[in-house]
């Protein structure tokens, strides 16, 4: 959620920035304006009328005590009563309204994003080079047939297109890379959570992606005494809320969490030919990281979970970029981002494995997460994250890019000690 103190006092700049991510909020920004000025002139005619109340009441007991008619007094307590009621009704209107408006505004895209999409995405730096091979490579879905690492075939009869099952070495592999993720964190200082795959509205509605998203997920009908509750996207939409209605110290932050969960998507379906496998599913594996940093230290926050993306890839031996996102790219949710993308070899270009974003204090505000400062201001956090990493992109590369002439793949260096073995045959 935006800063309504920021809107009100530059309202074109917010159109404008609003404006490069594709945004046009002209109406959405007018509207805000209206009602926050009418919510304001309802609260200071409410508490007017109701200081006239309390003025009012205290006649009545001298008007008894001298005898006089409080009939009249009585007829103006009951017309300022009913003000007082419509009033507070309207109030009650106005303020649901304008946190409907507030909360579907997208995040402000930081001012040095180039404006626009996809096109104007501009990569910052290569590491590696790609994979050369003097053999014809196969394909991650045909390698991971013969060498019996994945059943697609059995996944979509259990669940349908989108699903895969891991089978023996496969299995063992994806849980290698994750392990391989998580002592890598854990070393550098993250806090481990595992946090539960079914989330309550408010989840959703803090981590940016409610109410406007809340049909990209898969909910659960719960019975009626229950709450209702969706499976997580990503565990940043669980991390995120965590402190959430908490007011921190400033010696508690950072706080720097990752979870493991596997992600529910419903997206699966609308992938190109190109896209075969498990490069988009229903459900995949991710390692999430979240930091909840101080306004001021946000942009190192940041820095440090690009690196760690950045050399968890590193560590596999990929080839890939670092991509800064043009603002209408970034997220809703999202002030900036930048994407890793690494090489599949058969796909022809890259595919992003961490997408690492920073939110600023926009979810910070719709969670009502803050921190108390020395000198007692109360401030709101900011909020950021990172993939580190999704394996659904990891496993096709890995194999792709490790393969060899015979059909085996080499197992990178890191995740040998995990697998006891060197090459998967």
């Known amino acids: 959620m935006l800063d309504i103190k920021y809107i009100k006092e530059k309202p074109d700049e917010v159109l404008a920035r609003l404006k490069t991510k594709g945004k046009d909020a ?40 001298e005898g006089k008619d409080t009939a009249e007094i009585f007829a103006r307590m009951k017309e300022l009563g009913a003000k007082v ?28 994003l180039l404006p626009g999409g996809k096109e104007n995405n501009q990569p910052l730096r290569y590491f590696g080079e790609p994979r050369k091979f003097d053999f014809e490579p196969k394909n991650h879905v045909d390698l991971c047939t013969s060498l019996g690492l994945i059943d697609y075939e059995r996944g979509a009869k259990l669940s349908g297109s ?54 990209e997920v898969y909910w659960l009908e719960a019975a009626e005494d229950e709450r209702r509750r969706f499976m997580l996207p990503t565990a940043e939409t669980a991390l995120v809320s965590l402190h959430r209605n908490e007011i921190l110290t400033e010696q508690e932050l950072p706080k720097k969490y990752i979870s493991y969960t596997p992600c529910f998507r419903r997206e699966a379906g609308s992938y190109r030919s190109d896209e075969r496998g498990m490069v988009r599913g229903h459900q995949f594996n991710k390692v999430e990281m979240v930091q909840y940093t101080l306004p001021e230290k946000s ?127």
């Not at 009621?85 to 040095?112: G, H, Y």
Request: aromatic share 10%; proline share 4%.
């Open 162 to 215: 989108g699903f895969w099952i891991y089978s023996g070495m496969g299995a063992r592999l994806e849980w290698a890379i994750l392990n391989y993720f998580i002592d890598f964190h854990i070393k550098n200082g993250y806090q481990f959570m595992l946090v539960p795959h079914m989330l309550g509205y408010e989840c959703g509605l803090t981590a940016g992606q409610f109410p406007k998203f809340q049909d």
């Open 26 to 65: 002209t109406e959405e920004i007018a509207a805000i304006l209206r009602l926050d000025q009418e919510r304001r002139k309802l609260i200071g005619d409410t508490e007017a009328i109701k200081a006239e109340q309390n003025q009012t009441n205290k006649l009545i007991p001298q008007y008894k005590k």
């Open 85 to 112: 009621k419509a009033d507070e009704e309207r109030l009650r209107e106005v303020e649901t309204q304008l946190t409907s408006f507030m909360l579907a505004l997208p995040n402000l895209p930081d001012p040095d």
């Open 299 to 425: 942009d190192e926050a940041f820095e440090e979970l690009v690196t760690n993306a950045e050399n968890l890839v590193k560590g596999l031996g990929f080839h890939f970029r670092t991509v800064k996102l043009a603002a209408e790219d970034c997220s809703a949710t999202m002030a900036r981002t930048y994407d890793i993308e690494i090489n599949i070899p058969s796909m022809n270009g890259y595919k992003e494995v961490s997408s690492v974003s920073n939110g600023r204090d926009y979810q910070a505000r719709r969670g009502m997460i803050r921190v108390k400062r020395e000198n007692g201001k109360i401030d709101y956090v900011h909020t950021l994250n990172g993939s580190g990493l999704a394996t659904s992109r990891i496993f096709p590369a890995l194999v792709e890019q490790n393969q060899n002439a015979d059909g085996s793949v080499t197992v990178p260096e890191v995740l040998r000690k995990y697998l006891g073995i060197d090459i998967i045959r």
